[in-house]
């Protein structure tokens, strides 16, 4: 190795040894848990009293720590930022939910990029017009026992229902919740699938039901999704290709903003309790189009429903004039033009070729 | 000569008039309109293009751009209900002849004409006021609008509509209403640009329907029929003329046309 050689190791070594450092040691000191551990590992309940006389639990389960992801990565001081000698400063804060509070913004040190859809999200709205319950970070991710986020899914739904629980009632009821209470189906939506997880919208707002029609999407227009199901692939498309669907598709690139709600998905087959109709009675199904239509449109008289055809394409048999129109149009579009096209052309060949006069 | 308007172009030529005052405005209206109606409806067929949204938001979204729609849907209604209106009364008070109508007459005509194009026919048959290409186009405006009237009401008040014809007509008005659109804008920039504008032998534009007249020798040539009602006697006796008391051969002789193929408009 030569000179020039081995300094470069050296360089290389010493940065990688600074890299590491900040990959991992930046934080806390290496042990710093295990002598935290010392004296908050104990099995006893350890409370510490705040002023207004709530009390916050100060002992780990180190199991819990050590299958958490944080484990191994971070340390103690990482988070509990002002403790950094023995004995211990004062707590600031007046009651438990302040602590709780005050912790959570901890997290936005590592996790900034989450912390700013947070922000954009109907639960930091609550939380700064003053509701104190709104969930932060720990409330969802928990404390020190925080895990793979999504995992397993039905725990989703579980730390929802925290706050939600007539809502999670639902949704356990519907052909959603029941796959996924049943099978463990990994195909059916829990509640971060259709609401997303930081950057939860306020589902109240027109915008959120004029675009709402894209959450089912998602899964609705899989293909291979709905043919493990044996359901019908189309329902999207097919709401899309009428009036209300095309509608709403425009509304939800925000052109715009309906007098009133345009019908979409969730209006007529329900939101969180969406049941299945593969076994449904199709007339008990009309009837209920006919409700929903009424919703909007209250003098309908009956029949008006037969303006949907329940997301299938138009058949000689169930829907005999759309089908006729639709085909009709199909073939006399092409025929026509295609005569127009031929007629064009003879003329311009007439006027190049045979031009009275004898040239060619 | 038979009530028809003579005069003479910036040339000196003489012409006749084939189209009044009326029907120019008319046709002025009508581009506005049909222009309107399918710069605002088009993007509610194809919802999912970008050119769609672009569109939309240039009349301010889509509850603007819905509301222009619609008055240019009754606008353009009114305006096909006059039309009809001065056509039928035309009619009867015999004033009007049903020279856009089409006849039996006008299948041969198609089919000599084909012939003349692949050449076998000498001379291009004679046409009358308006050749069949003419009446083709005229009869698919009226047959179409007709069709995108009727189904435009249904949709504008689909409460009232389902209570009359149902509530599947109203799903079927929805499919007419969005193809014969197509198919109208297809047939306007394909084959009335073409005839009007883009063929050679009217190209850059035929100004009959901008001036209301054809010189008498383009007449002449290209609705041979129209001609000779027009001047039995054959050639025409320069009444203008001999009105202003100035001499006809004072003017230039104009452009001879040919013999030749003619453009299908005017």
Redesign the interface.
Known sequence: MTQRGSHRAAAVALGTVLAFGFASGAFAQPGEVDDCMDCHGDAEDDRLELPDGSEVPVQILKQAWDASVHAGEIGCTDCHTGISEYPHPDVQEKDLRGFQIAQAETCKRCHYAHFTKVADSIHYKQFEEGNRNAPTCVDCHGAHDIAVPGEPRMAVDARCAQCHSEISDAYRRSVHGQALLDNNSPDVPVCTDCHGSHQIKDPRKPDFHAASYQICAKCHSDADRMERYGLNPDVVSTY?D??HG??N???A?G?????KPMVTCTDCHGIHDIPSLTDADASVVRARVLTTCRKC?E???D???????SHYP?TLSK?P??W???WF?RV??PL??LG??L??L??????RF???GGQR | MKGVKLSRDRDGRLCVERFAMWRRVEHVITIIVFSTLVLTGFPQKFYDTAWAATLIELFGGLNDARVIHRVAGITFSILLGLHIAVFVGGVITKRMRMSLVPTPQDLRDAWQNLRFYFGLREKQPRMPKFDYRQKFEYIGMVMGSLVMVATGVFLMWPVETAGVVGGEALAASRIAHSNEAVLALLVIVVWHIYSAVLAPDVFPLDKTMITGKMTVEELKHRHAIEYDRIFPAGEPVDELAAAEGAPAEGTPEPEPKGDGPVGPTS
Do not use: K, N
Request: aromatic residues 12%; neutral net charge; without cysteine.
């Open positions: 899309l009428d009036f095309a509608s598709a425009l509304y690139e052109l715009g903003r309906p007098d449109h003098q309908v008289p029949g008006f429903q037969d303006a949907w055809l138009p829907a004039l759309v006729l129109v639709t149009y006399v579009i026509i033009m127009l096209v007629h064009i003879m003329h311009l060949w007439r006027l045979r031009r009275p």
